[in-house]
């Protein structure tokens, strides 16, 4: 079993930055890829980026592509996503979630293990 807490989220004004962080306990030996989603009230779950288990490979959803940065420290077994210019539309609930896979994935149904999610609200 591997548990996933988030942190980091909160209010910010249109144009500002949050840095969330993931820390992982439990089974982490690995190998683990981590994602993360969001879920804004209404809307289905929705990927938002990913990164393989040795960290050097990443993926990023088109909405969010060269604004969202995702990384890890495995020594830490911490993943972040560091959000710049940030839009009133990427307020939601963020999760991060870990899969049993060297390779990350895109869909939700493919990862094993979940976060309880951070509340990111952005202001206009």
């Known amino acids: 079993q591997v548990q996933l807490v988030e942190s980091g989220g909160g209010l910010v004004q249109a144009g500002g930055s949050l840095r969330l962080s993931c820390a992982a306990s439990g089974r982490t030996f690995g190998p683990y890829a981590m994602g993360w989603f969001r879920q804004a009230p209404g809307k289905e779950r929705e990927f938002v980026a990913a990164i393989n288990w040795s960290g050097d490979t990443t993926y990023t959803a088109d909405s969010v592509k060269g604004r969202f940065t995702i990384s890890r420290d495995n020594a830490k077994n911490t993943v972040y996503l560091q959000m710049n210019s940030l839009k009133p539309e990427d307020t939601a609930v963020y999760y991060c979630?870990?899969?049993?896979?060297?390779?990350?994935?895109?869909?939700?149904?493919?990862?094993?293990?979940w976060g309880q999610g951070t509340q990111v609200t952005v202001s206009s």
């Open positions: 979630a870990a899969r049993t896979s060297y390779y990350y994935a895109t869909t939700p149904k493919n990862y094993n293990y």
